[in-house]
């Protein structure tokens, strides 16, 4: 299963961004939930928000509830990450997973499958 995130970029403060991230390759359908982690450099990965493929169930992190929204197509095998009122602290590396198992949403090892992650940039 490859998995690969865009719509990075470089916005200013209060603007708005979308995360796309494609789920292809053999297996590609089996997949229990998807995710979005992000990553300063020199810091550790945090968890964004997450969603179940079966019934489109939600998670936020405290951080982002009410500006970011976590969106699928299951016909596309795709996720979406909808960013609004992005704040300079939300710079990072963006990147998008999918777990095959049930287990604590914000914990990356339940995650497998991993892409290669975006740039997100947001400038005072």
């Known amino acids: 299963v490859q998995l690969q995130a865009f719509g990075g970029g470089l916005v200013q403060a209060g603007d708005s961004l979308r995360l796309s991230c494609t789920v292809s390759?053999?297996?590609?359908?089996?997949?229990?939930?998807m995710a979005w982690f992000r990553q300063v450099p020199g810091r550790r990965r945090e968890f964004v928000s997450a969603?179940?493929?079966?019934?489109?169930?939600?998670y936020y992190a405290d951080s982002v509830r009410d500006r970011f929204t976590i969106s699928k197509d299951n016909n596309k095998r795709m996720v979406y990450l909808d960013m609004n009122n992005l704040r300079p602290e939300d710079t990072a590396v963006y990147y998008c997973a999918q777990s095959y198992y049930s287990g604590t949403v914000s914990d990356g090892l339940q995650y497998g499958d991993w892409g290669q992650g975006t740039l997100v940039t947001v400038s005072s």
């Open positions: 390759g053999r297996g590609a359908g089996g997949g229990h939930r």
């Open positions: 969603i179940r493929w079966s019934d489109g169930n939600t």
